[in-house]
Protein backbone atom coordinates (compact mmCIF):
# COMPACT_ATOMS: atom_id res chain seq x y z
CA UNK A 1 0.00 0.00 0.00
CA UNK A 2 0.87 3.48 -0.63
CA UNK A 3 -0.44 6.79 1.08
CA UNK A 4 0.02 10.54 0.09
CA UNK A 5 -0.93 13.05 3.27
CA UNK A 6 -0.42 16.97 2.72
CA UNK A 7 1.24 19.00 5.22
CA UNK A 8 -1.73 19.25 8.06
CA UNK A 9 -1.44 14.92 7.75
CA UNK A 10 -4.47 14.39 6.00
CA UNK A 11 -4.46 11.45 3.67
CA UNK A 12 -4.66 12.67 0.37
CA UNK A 13 -4.48 9.64 -1.34
CA UNK A 14 -4.21 5.79 -0.44
CA UNK A 15 -4.27 2.52 -2.60
CA UNK A 16 -2.24 -0.69 -3.24
CA UNK A 17 1.26 -0.47 -4.09
CA UNK A 18 1.13 -2.21 -7.62
CA UNK A 19 -1.39 0.91 -8.87
CA UNK A 20 0.65 3.75 -7.52
CA UNK A 21 1.48 4.78 -10.43
CA UNK A 22 -1.44 5.77 -11.57
CA UNK A 23 -2.75 6.89 -8.50
CA UNK A 24 0.49 9.27 -8.59
CA UNK A 25 -1.08 10.10 -12.18
CA UNK A 26 -4.57 10.91 -10.91
CA UNK A 27 -2.86 13.18 -8.31
CA UNK A 28 -1.77 15.19 -11.06
CA UNK A 29 -4.55 15.32 -13.27
CA UNK A 30 -6.96 16.26 -9.74
CA UNK A 31 -4.29 18.74 -7.89
CA UNK A 32 -1.80 20.09 -11.13
CA UNK A 33 0.92 18.93 -13.09
CA UNK A 34 3.10 21.37 -9.83
CA UNK A 35 1.81 18.72 -7.22
CA UNK A 36 5.12 17.45 -5.47
CA UNK A 37 5.33 14.29 -3.75
CA UNK A 38 8.47 13.43 -1.93
CA UNK A 39 9.32 10.20 -0.08
CA UNK A 40 8.63 9.73 3.19
CA UNK A 41 6.76 7.77 5.80
CA UNK A 42 2.94 8.29 6.68
CA UNK A 43 2.04 10.00 9.64
CA UNK A 44 1.60 7.90 12.69
CA UNK A 45 -1.56 8.43 13.18
CA UNK A 46 -2.71 7.38 9.84
CA UNK A 47 -0.11 3.89 9.93
CA UNK A 48 -1.78 3.33 13.60
CA UNK A 49 -5.46 3.60 12.17
CA UNK A 50 -4.77 1.54 9.05
CA UNK A 51 -2.75 -1.43 11.39
CA UNK A 52 -5.83 -1.14 13.90
CA UNK A 53 -8.17 -2.04 10.85
CA UNK A 54 -6.67 -4.91 9.86
CA UNK A 55 -6.24 -5.85 12.82
CA UNK A 56 -10.20 -6.29 13.40
CA UNK A 57 -10.66 -2.53 14.65
CA UNK A 58 -12.96 -2.23 11.44
CA UNK A 59 -14.11 1.21 12.84
CA UNK A 60 -10.48 2.72 13.30
CA UNK A 61 -10.13 4.04 9.07
CA UNK A 62 -13.17 6.09 10.06
CA UNK A 63 -10.64 7.95 12.64
CA UNK A 64 -8.85 8.93 9.22
CA UNK A 65 -8.93 12.75 8.00
CA UNK A 66 -9.26 13.15 4.57
CA UNK A 67 -9.08 15.59 2.28
CA UNK A 68 -9.77 14.86 -1.73
CA UNK A 69 -9.86 17.14 -4.61
CA UNK A 70 -12.18 16.54 -6.92
CA UNK A 71 -15.60 17.73 -9.01
CA UNK A 72 -18.62 18.70 -6.58
CA UNK A 73 -20.49 15.28 -7.51
CA UNK A 74 -17.09 13.19 -7.27
CA UNK A 75 -16.89 14.80 -3.48
CA UNK A 76 -20.82 14.25 -3.03
CA UNK A 77 -20.33 10.82 -3.65
CA UNK A 78 -17.22 10.24 -1.93
CA UNK A 79 -18.62 11.56 1.22
CA UNK A 80 -21.48 9.40 1.23
CA UNK A 81 -19.08 6.65 0.69
CA UNK A 82 -17.62 7.17 4.41
CA UNK A 83 -21.20 6.93 5.67
CA UNK A 84 -21.58 3.29 4.52
CA UNK A 85 -20.50 1.32 7.79
CA UNK A 86 -18.20 -1.20 7.82
CA UNK A 87 -19.71 -4.67 7.72
CA UNK A 88 -22.52 -3.53 4.97
CA UNK A 89 -22.80 -2.82 1.60
CA UNK A 90 -24.55 -0.88 -0.95
CA UNK A 91 -25.88 -0.83 -4.54
CA UNK A 92 -24.40 1.61 -7.02
CA UNK A 93 -27.97 2.80 -7.49
CA UNK A 94 -28.72 3.06 -3.67
CA UNK A 95 -25.80 5.15 -3.57
CA UNK A 96 -27.33 7.65 -6.27
CA UNK A 97 -30.57 7.52 -4.30
CA UNK A 98 -28.79 7.92 -1.21
CA UNK A 99 -26.98 11.33 -2.58
CA UNK A 100 -30.44 12.31 -3.57
CA UNK A 101 -30.00 11.58 -7.80
CA UNK A 102 -31.34 7.97 -8.60
CA UNK A 103 -30.71 8.73 -11.91
CA UNK A 104 -26.82 9.01 -11.45
CA UNK A 105 -26.09 4.99 -11.10
CA UNK A 106 -23.06 5.44 -14.09
CA UNK A 107 -21.95 8.61 -12.89
CA UNK A 108 -21.86 7.66 -9.30
CA UNK A 109 -19.73 4.30 -10.63
CA UNK A 110 -17.29 7.09 -12.31
CA UNK A 111 -16.61 8.99 -9.23
CA UNK A 112 -16.69 5.48 -7.08
CA UNK A 113 -13.68 4.60 -9.70
CA UNK A 114 -12.19 7.54 -9.27
CA UNK A 115 -11.66 7.94 -5.61
CA UNK A 116 -7.99 8.24 -4.98
CA UNK A 117 -8.91 6.84 -0.96
CA UNK A 118 -8.91 3.41 -1.26
CA UNK A 119 -10.04 1.61 1.51
CA UNK A 120 -10.56 4.72 4.27
CA UNK A 121 -13.18 6.42 1.89
CA UNK A 122 -14.64 2.95 1.60
CA UNK A 123 -15.65 2.07 -2.28
CA UNK A 124 -15.11 -1.63 -1.75
CA UNK A 125 -18.57 -1.79 -0.17
CA UNK A 126 -20.06 -0.95 -3.24
CA UNK A 127 -21.16 -4.11 -5.14
CA UNK A 128 -24.02 -5.01 -7.72
CA UNK A 129 -27.88 -4.50 -6.81
CA UNK A 130 -27.81 -8.50 -7.42
CA UNK A 131 -24.74 -9.05 -4.82
CA UNK A 132 -22.26 -9.40 -7.42
CA UNK A 133 -19.00 -7.78 -6.67
CA UNK A 134 -18.49 -5.41 -9.59
CA UNK A 135 -14.93 -3.48 -10.24
CA UNK A 136 -12.38 -2.78 -7.75
CA UNK A 137 -9.47 -0.51 -8.78
CA UNK A 138 -7.53 -3.21 -6.64
CA UNK A 139 -9.22 -6.17 -8.34
CA UNK A 140 -11.85 -8.10 -7.03
CA UNK A 141 -9.80 -11.05 -4.97
CA UNK A 142 -8.59 -7.98 -2.82
CA UNK A 143 -12.47 -6.79 -2.86
CA UNK A 144 -13.59 -9.70 -1.53
CA UNK A 145 -11.04 -9.89 0.83
CA UNK A 146 -11.77 -6.91 2.31
CA UNK A 147 -15.60 -7.21 2.70
CA UNK A 148 -14.96 -11.10 3.86
CA UNK A 149 -12.45 -9.25 6.60
CA UNK A 150 -15.42 -7.01 7.43
CA UNK A 151 -17.83 -10.04 7.99
CA UNK A 152 -20.06 -8.68 4.88
CA UNK A 153 -22.18 -12.13 4.13
CA UNK A 154 -24.20 -13.41 1.18
CA UNK A 155 -21.70 -12.21 -1.43
CA UNK A 156 -22.38 -13.60 -4.68
CA UNK A 157 -18.45 -15.18 -5.97
CA UNK A 158 -16.17 -17.37 -4.27
CA UNK A 159 -14.69 -17.39 -0.79
CA UNK A 160 -11.82 -14.77 -0.41
CA UNK A 161 -7.86 -16.18 -0.49
CA UNK A 162 -5.45 -13.62 -0.14
CA UNK A 163 -5.26 -9.36 0.26
CA UNK A 164 -2.43 -9.54 -1.82
Known amino acids: MYAVTDDAARLRAFAWADSEARGIEQLRQQYGAGVVIADGSAPAAVRREIDAYFAGDLCAIDRIDCATHGTPFQQQV ?13 SYGALAVRIGNASAVRAVGLANGANPIAL ?10 DGSLTGYGGGLDRKRWLL ?4 VKGLMGNAPTSLF
Open 78 to 90: WNALRTIPAGTTL
Open 120 to 129: IVPCHRVIGT
Open 148 to 151: AHEH
